[in-house]
């Protein structure tokens, strides 16, 4: 029988592109990151954090960016980026343990979403290097992958510090004449070893003139850069970027992760370039948005609907999607904003285009899916 | 609290060791745990496969263990391999105390009641799951009982991350997968559809029909078709999935999120029971039966044609091709009919045809096979702890964490991406960077009696040509044996 698996790196270049999780832990408060500023209840509801007018970015008239997200707005202007407002799951247990959990595994599942996705999708298990997640630890999400690595840095790849000069020869030797699927898997795993080696001597600047700041997110997004830009089939990287929980004095703890947040965006688009970037899916979610009505330390508490942000991979971008709910009437439970765009609509038409012929009922079970119009 | 983040807590609380909710003794027990893994297994000189082709002794080693240890094969040519498998289809009649103490630190699984489960961290649990199957599969001296172990926890997948699954999962292993093993079969789907984790996993809790206008949940008895017994093509209909899952209503599991009380007891409630008359597979279950309907499914589908053909299959697939012979399908699905689904009566026709003798060498090693052969070939000693299930989850295995019904595949398609982190583990292995796992390169090789030897130890044959200077050239033999072409194959 011939492999699948022959033409996975056959040619200079992975067939495949990347869907980028960034998941802010913590519950990103989606209302004073992309405002609206045409709604004079929001003012009202947040006499003393609101953002002013005069200090965002507008974006359509009715919503604006938060001052501290500006190196999103070119992203805007240029149609790659995207905005959902509203976002989020059923989960109404505003703890960010269960929220998260519920999320990452998309409602009472077994496994993580991203992970059954990896599983499902028709390609599934070819690449050398399905996925990464950044950092110490795997996320939930990633569950059930068919090969997931938590990484810190690129040198975690490739066969480690131990390897003597004649190793790599003698195995492709061995493999040379491996029978059955061996051989061309051999190859394949060869030839990703090979541009993960060139990664790691020569330490490429970012292109572009993309400018990653010293932080520890931005650091991770340049190794996931790294790699897509390597074409070494990674199919999904995550990585995670907390510090929203923001109870108290709000804008002294949300500003600087929101800062790290945009300018990391904006290096790894950069980075990616046009052609890249087309064939990655950058995805910014988060548990839950945070009550409407700021309390009186001048922070905010645990609510539901927050915001998402989809950058590149060919999405139609430009607009916020949402439709804006009455906040004197429509909020839920105590006064929050509510979930009018379930998280798994918003991820559907992703995975869909990422890999169109997976059959999402087990990335997303017992849910019907009503995936948003993303891509036109 | 001002930053919420999971996985600082979860790292916070690795750190001092002290997971929320775990007992002072299990604690204690991950202290003791490489104190207890001290070597006990001696490493005298044995006698390697001369062969240069998978004679006898390798073959039937290489299919009925997680892979030969360092004397095994000479131990199985002078007992002979038929005698070997008659010993090893009978496991209680092998002595296997060290193995059980080792395994002895990990006291959850023995939790009984099932509430007691709750009062452990659900991680903890998860590990020591995992860190029993793999002291298990690398020690123990009943290795079919183990492989199968394997086989039937894929068979009766769970993934414990849903609901209260994860305190469950070791009640599953322990009275389903492990209890019959090498049993009998309707037995075991019987304690399977009684399983609370089960019941968690596929929904069996909540399949209830109180009045008219409730529908069954009918996740179960579809799997149940499916995947436990008829498989895809077993010529059941929607109708018969619908039939079963009224007969399996009213089987509840009492919810942590509930009550506090006899948490993880599987109850039948008559009054979510759909007590009418059904018809199943063409076979009339009167009305009125109540918790005995579930009797009445067992007896119409665990041995029906259908089942056995596809369990005949799988088991095949397993033990002699990913694509079986037709030939060996039908006599091992007979073995099956006529011993009532003894589990061990059917092991023990697939091991007799000319089928299973003749495929050789030719089986893809799954990653966890992969991983246990290398540390039974070199005798190493492993915590089973972080660094190796790490290794485990890079290698798409990690025991208990494959999220749909069906189970880790067990063809060697989906596994051909895992080259890369097989060489890396060989690697890292042999050069002793794996924390927890530790091995004797030198007094390996000496019992071995040279690099040729140990070769053929590993390989199950006496190296090629190609083979011996690769191993040379590569600078580093023992990582290039373990990440060969052959090392991967069974």
């Known amino acids: ?376 | 609290m001002s930053e919420i983040s999971r996985r600082n807590l979860l790292k916070a609380a690795t750190a001092t060791g002290a997971l929320a909710g775990i007992g002072g003794f299990s604690a204690l027990s991950h202290i003791l745990n490489p104190l207890l893994s001290s070597n006990s297994d001696d490493l005298s000189p044995f006698q390697p496969p001369s062969s240069s082709e998978i004679d006898d002794a390798t073959h039937i080693i290489q299919r009925l263990t997680f892979g030969p240890r360092p004397a095994q094969h000479a131990e199985v040519t002078k007992l002979g391999p038929r005698q070997f498998i008659a010993q090893q289809l009978n496991p209680t009649s092998i002595p296997d105390r060290s193995t059980d103490l080792r395994a002895a630190r990990y006291e959850a699984l023995r939790a009984n009641p099932p509430g007691e489960l709750l009062e452990y961290d659900a991680r903890e649990l998860l590990d020591q799951l995992t860190r029993d199957k793999i002291l298990r599969a690398t020690h123990s001296k009943r290795q079919l009982h183990e492989v199968m172990v394997d086989f039937w926890s894929d068979h009766f997948n769970i993934d414990p991350s849903k609901g209260d699954s994860r305190w469950l999962k070791p009640i599953d292993d322990r009275e389903v997968i492990r209890a019959h093993a090498l049993g009998s079969f309707p037995e075991m789907l019987k304690a399977s559809l009684l399983s609370p984790s089960m019941l968690w996993y596929l929904d069996g809790r909540v399949n209830r029909r109180a009045n008219e206008t409730e529908r069954p949940n009918e996740n179960h008895a579809r799997e149940l078709l499916e995947l436990h017994t008829m498989g895809v093509h077993g010529g059941y209909t929607q109708q018969d999935v619908m039939e079963v899952a009224r007969c399996l209503t009213g089987w509840t599991v009492r919810e942590r999120a509930k009550s506090g009380f006899a948490v993880g007891k599987v109850e039948f409630r008559k009054d979510l029971h759909d007590d009418g008359p059904k018809l199943v597979l063409g076979t009339h279950i009167p009305a009125g039966l109540g918790p005995a309907d579930l009797d009445r499914i067992i007896e119409i589908i665990s041995l029906h044609p259908s089942t056995a053909h596809y369990l005949a299959e799988k088991l095949c697939r397993r033990f002699i091709a990913d694509d079986p012979p037709q030939s060996a399908i039908d006599s091992v699905a007979s073995a099956f009919t006529r011993s009532n689904g003894s589990i061990r009566e059917t092991l023990t026709k697939l091991f007799d045809t000319p089928e299973f003798w003749s495929h050789r060498g030719a089986k893809i090693k799954r990653p966890f096979h992969f991983v246990i052969s290398t540390l039974r070939a070199t005798a190493a000693h492993s915590d089973g702890g972080p660094a190796l299930q790490n290794h485990l989850l890079r290698l798409g295995q990690a025991p208990f964490q494959f999220p749909t019904p069906d189970g880790y595949p067990e063809e060697a398609t989906p596994w051909m991406a895992t080259l890369l982190w097989r060489w890396r583990f060989a690697m890292e292995f042999s050069s002793q960077s794996i924390k927890g796992t530790r091995f004797s390169p030198t007094k390996l090789l000496r019992a071995a009696g040279g690099e040729n030897q140990l070769a053929a130890h590993l390989l199950g044959r006496t190296p090629s040509q190609d083979e011996s200077s690769a191993a040379i050239t590569s600078g580093a033999p023992l990582a290039l044996c373990l990440a060969s072409p052959a090392f991967q194959t069974f």
């Open chain 1, 1 to 376: 029988m011939e492999s699948p698996v022959t033409t996975y790196l056959g040619d200079s270049r992975d067939s495949t592109g990347t869907l980028v999780v960034i998941f802010l832990r913590g519950g990103a408060d989606g209302l004073n990151m992309v405002i609206p500023h045409g709604d004079d209840l929001y003012y009202a509801a947040r006499p003393g954090i609101g953002i002013k007018r005069p200090d965002l970015i507008d974006l359509d008239g009715f919503f604006g960016l938060n001052p501290h997200l500006k190196p999103l707005h070119p992203w805007w202007r240029s149609g790659d980026l995207s905005i959902i407002h509203c976002a989020g799951s059923e989960d109404e247990s505003r703890s960010h343990f269960e929220a998260q959990d519920y999320m990452e595994h998309g409602g009472l599942a077994a496994g993580g979403w991203l992970g059954r996705f990896l599983r499902a999708r028709p390609d599934a298990g070819q690449s050398p290097l399905t996925a990464v997640a950044i950092g110490a630890t795997l996320p939930e999400a990633l569950r059930g992958a068919p090969s997931s690595a938590a990484i810190q840095s690129l040198e975690e790849f490739g066969l480690g510090p131990n390897v003597p000069p004649g190793f790599l020869k003698s195995l492709a030797a061995l493999y040379q004449n491996a029978p059955r699927e061996l051989g061309p898997a051999g190859r394949n795993a060869l030839a990703a070893l090979e541009r993960i080696q060139q990664l790691t001597t020569t330490r490429t600047p970012p292109a572009n003139g993309a400018i990653y700041q010293p932080d520890s997110f931005s650091n991770g997004l340049r190794q996931i850069a790294t790699l897509i830009k390597a074409r070494v089939g990674l199919q999904a990287a995550t990585i995670d970027l907390g510090g929203w929980d923001s109870h108290l004095t709000q804008s002294v703890i949300m500003d600087p992760p929101m800062q790290r947040l945009a300018s990391g965006l904006h290096a790894l688009a950069t980075d990616l370039g046009p052609s890249e970037l087309s064939r990655t899916q950058i995805i910014v979610m988060t548990e839950f948005g945070r009550r409407v009505a700021e309390n009186s330390a001048a922070g905010t508490d645990h609510g539901r609907g927050g915001v998402m942000f989809l950058l590149g991979g060919g999405i139609k971008g430009g607009s916020v999607h949402v439709n804006w709910p009455d906040l004197a009437h429509q909020l839920a439970g105590p006064g929050d904003l509510p979930v009018l765009n379930n998280y798994r609509n918003i991820l559907a038409p992703i995975l869909t285009r990422q890999a169109p012929t997976t059959n999402l009922s087990t990335v997303f079970p017992n849910h019907p899916l009503t995936p948003l119009p993303l891509y036109s």
